[in-house]
């Protein structure tokens, strides 16, 4: 868990020294850890108005040494609250998370309806599976997912449960992404297939969704607001 950890904290440090909006970036990682101002703030042994003014580009960029101290506790936090943002990005990063592949992984504190799931995120159901919930979701950009991964390492794409929303982004009709994942076992809850409609869908698509009893969906919705609505997720 710690060498998991110390990989965690250099990929964050690094992510934050190395962009051209650090304070942005900050503020990212803080929300993506759900923590609020106030918190990283008492934990830093600072005033919120500090943690503030990096993030909103007010006070000169952190260095170094500020760096390290922030995501140090950032990570100190979130083992206190039991580790669970910690454990989703060190299986991310292990999957793949730098070389792009994983957009986005989350898991829920309770399981949301795909109904729901596909509402927030404008999505259209083609094929109906088995199950009819999800607790989590994984983004996934298709092609580099299926250019870089072996079978293995494609099941770390699922995070903690097989129990979500597997959203394969850069598709043109879907058929990389359903042909790759019939090599996976077992399969996730539900495929949504970004950026392709229902009409430019793979004519194959439903007949293989249904053969392993998942849920397809298809969205074209804009990729930012996607990862948006997904993160938002009633909990």
């Known amino acids: 868990m710690v060498e ?25 990682w803080r929300t993506d850890f759900e923590i609020a101002q106030n918190d990283l703030a008492d934990e830093l042994d600072v005033s919120v108005s500090v943690i ?37 990005h060190t299986r991310a990063l292990s999957a793949g998370v730098d070389s792009g592949i994983i957009l986005d992984l989350h898991e829920y504190r309770a399981n949301v309806s795909l109904a729901q799931c596909y509402e927030n995120i404008e999505a259209t159901e083609v094929e109906t599976g088995e199950r009819t919930t999800v607790a989590g979701h994984t983004v996934v950009d298709s092609v580099e997912a299926i250019r870089h991964l072996s079978s293995s390492e494609f099941y770390n794409l699922y995070g903690q ?34 950026g392709v409609s229902e009409a430019e869908l793979w004519e194959y698509a439903p007949d293989l969704a249904r053969s392993e009893n998942i849920s397809l969906a298809v969205t074209t919705i804009d990729i930012d607001l996607l990862l948006e609505r997904l993160r938002d997720a009633p909990e």
Do not use: C, M, W
């Open 4 to 28: 998991a950890r110390d990989k965690l904290a250099e990929k964050i440090a690094g992510e934050i020294a190395l962009s051209e909006d650090p304070g942005a970036t900050l503020r990212k």
């Open 52 to 88: 503030s003014d990096y993030e909103t580009g007010r006070r000169e960029n952190p260095g170094s040494g500020t760096i390290r101290r922030t995501v140090k506790a950032l990570l100190d936090i979130d083992e206190y609250r039991g580790g669970a943002h910690i454990r989703q």
């Open 161 to 194: 449960s097989t129990n979500r929303a597997l959203v394969f982004t850069n598709n043109t009709s879907g058929k990389g992404a359903l042909v790759a994942l019939r090599v996976i076992n077992p399969t996730p809850n539900a495929v949504v297939l970004h």
